[in-house]
């Protein structure tokens, strides 16, 4: 929702690229805004960043990259993200069949489920339930979590969302997501069952993908590549039956994909989002 100086480049239809970082966004547009408190190493990254466009960019025709002075249609979208420390990327037309994977595989999942006998498909429609009501529980806790610091010292309420020494707090948040957590899965392990949970929860954020892939489609990843992955881990756990040493692995090598794209990315969101509206708790 923000402009920049870099609006009325776009707004003239002009390519361009946007740099950030939003770390300590408590002292933006304050007393504390000053060269004293910026961060070297991100002024440095800056620079790094510049200069390596600057040498990939400058050989180049770069009429492809600006429609409007090249006469030629826009090349399309590219999803790209960073995965243990690699840069992965792809023409974003692959957030359709991605979405789609991830919605089969929880179907998949639901069939295997339910021809092993360990779930069915009222127990899998309450586990969905039971997960939407876990993130709106996880949710209320964040904010609630924050207003009891608003209320214990008033003085937060002048920095927005975002503290001076947030460490503690993003701590905090992290131990109240776990609570929220085991709190549910106690709860569901009984009724609907753990793998009725699973199940339900794995096709509510295969949905939410689906919905990603048509007014976001450059986030689609953010959660179809999870989903992908727990459910083909847990359709093998499912089909390996009493033999772990089979089952085990696949479970956690399906839990890679959720790992290591959400929780880097519950962590950033408390820069990018601050501390009171309980996102951070709720992807945790």
């Known amino acids: ?15 361009g690229l946007n740099a950030a970082f939003v770390d300590g966004a408590y002292q933006y547009h304050t007393p504390g805004d000053v060269p004293a408190n910026l961060s070297r190493a991100s002024l440095q990254n800056h620079g790094g960043n510049a200069l390596a466009l600057t040498r990939a960019l400058g050989d180049r025709d770069l009429a492809p990259l600006d429609p409007a002075a090249g006469r030629q249609p826009a090349a399309g979208d590219r999803t790209y993200f960073s995965a243990l420390g690699y840069l992965v990327t792809y023409d974003t ?4 069949p991605l979405a789609a994977l ?8 639901l069939v295997v489920a339910r021809a092993r006998r360990r779930a069915t498909v009222g127990g899998v429609l309450g586990g969905a339930g039971t997960f939407l009501l876990a993130l709106a529980v996880a949710v209320a806790a964040g904010i609630g979590l924050w207003q009891g610091l608003v209320a214990i010292r008033p003085s937060y309420a002048d920095t927005g ?19 929220v957590t085991t709190l549910v899965v106690s709860v569901a392990r009984r009724r609907p069952g753990a793998v009725a949970l699973a199940t339900g929860a794995l096709l509510v954020l295969a949905l939410l ?5 048509v007014v976001a489609p450059g986030s689609v990843f953010l959660l179809a590549w999870p989903v992908v992955g727990l459910a083909l881990g847990l359709v093998v756990v499912l089909l390996a039956g009493e033999r772990p040493w089979l089952a085990v692995p696949f479970l956690v090598l399906g839990a890679v994909p959720a790992v290591a794209l959400l929780a880097p990315f519950a962590v950033a969101s408390f820069d990018v989002a601050g ?6 708790v709720a992807v945790f």
């Open 275 to 280: 501390v009171s509206d309980g996102l951070a």
């Open 161 to 179: 969302p975002f503290l001076g020494h947030p460490l503690i707090y993003e701590i905090a948040a992290g131990v109240l997501a776990f609570a």
């Open 1 to 15: 929702p923000n402009d920049t100086d870099l609006s009325p480049v776009l707004d003239a239809g002009r390519p």
């Open 209 to 213: 993908a689906a919905g990603l892939a």
């Open 102 to 109: 991830a919605l089969v595989l929880g179907v998949v999942l």
């Open 93 to 96: 037309w692959w957030a359709w």
